[in-house]
T-cell receptor, first 109, second 111 residues
Framework: QKEVEQDPGPLSVPEGAIVSLNCTYS??????FMWYRQYSRKGPELLMY??SSGNKEDGRFTAQVDKSSKYISLFIRDSQPSDSATYLC?????????WGAGTKLIIKP | NAGVTQTPKFQVLKTGQSMTLQCAQD?????MYWYRQDPGMGLRLIYY???????DKGEVPNGYNVSRLNKREFSLRLESAAPSQTSVYFC??????????FGPGTRLTVT
């Protein structure tokens, strides 16, 4: 079993929909939880990070961490075609980042 | 301010050939990383350097060597390329390990 599991998709939704992206993990030592966005043929870029449990909001994006369930989510409100990308979750405990495989998101105009 | 730059962008090698991937950052970050990205596998850490003069193995170091030339530059060398090393290679740098800045990647094909 991988330490971080993420559904690869693709997830296809109409423009304006609320998108929910998720990762599960097995290592209770993880303390930092990150979401990176990767456009096609580009490097990943950090979207948001959360330390420990709770919610964090940045514009149309909300990150949620539930450490009791070992489950993290990224919500995108009012999704736009420009949000079409692969979203990777990443987690950090004492050492280096452990990455999910990424979910490909397609927003249809 | 270019961020993280990588050369080359594309490369085709024959089995057994060697090559060096170059990476440079202009953000004065102490830490630098080399990853490979394969379909369905996510990013896997090959080597990292927490500071100038130090390097450590990551998850998949076999077949690779690295050099932290100075604070700005971190190179990855394939001594004898194998088809299993066909991948997209990303270099990254960071001040805090959770906030990594990535280069545009090198697409390597080994035939």
């Amino acid at each position: 079993q991988k330490e971080v599991e993420q559904d690869p998709g693709p997830l296809s939704v109409p423009e304006g929909a609320i998108v929910s992206l998720n990762c599960t993990y097995s290592n209770s030592a993880f303390q930092y939880f990150m979401w990176y966005r990767q456009y096609s043929r580009k490097g990943p870029e950090l979207l948001m990070y959360t330390y420990s449990s709770g919610n964090k909001e940045d514009g149309r994006f909300t990150a949620q961490v539930d450490k009791s369930s070992k489950y993290i989510s990224l919500f995108i409100r009012d999704s736009q075609p420009s949000d079409s990308a692969t979203y990777l979750c990443a987690m950090k405990g004492n050492y280096q980042l452990i990455w999910g495989a990424g979910t490909k998101l397609i927003i249809k105009p | 301010n270019a961020g993280v730059t990588q050369t080359p962008k594309f490369q085709v090698l024959k089995t057994g050939q060697s090559m060096t991937l170059q990476c440079a950052q202009d953000m004065n970050h102490n830490s630098m990383y080399w990853y490979r990205q394969d379909p369905g596998m996510g990013l896997r850490l090959i080597y990292y350097s927490a500071s100038e003069g130090t390097t450590d193995k990551g998850e998949v170091p076999n077949g690779y060597n690295v050099s932290r030339l100075n604070k700005r530059e971190f190179s990855l060398r394939l001594e004898s390329a194998a088809p299993s090393q066909t991948s997209v290679y990303f270099c990254a740098s960071s001040r805090q390990s959770y906030e990594q800045y990535f280069g545009p990647g090198t697409r390597l094909t080994v035939t």
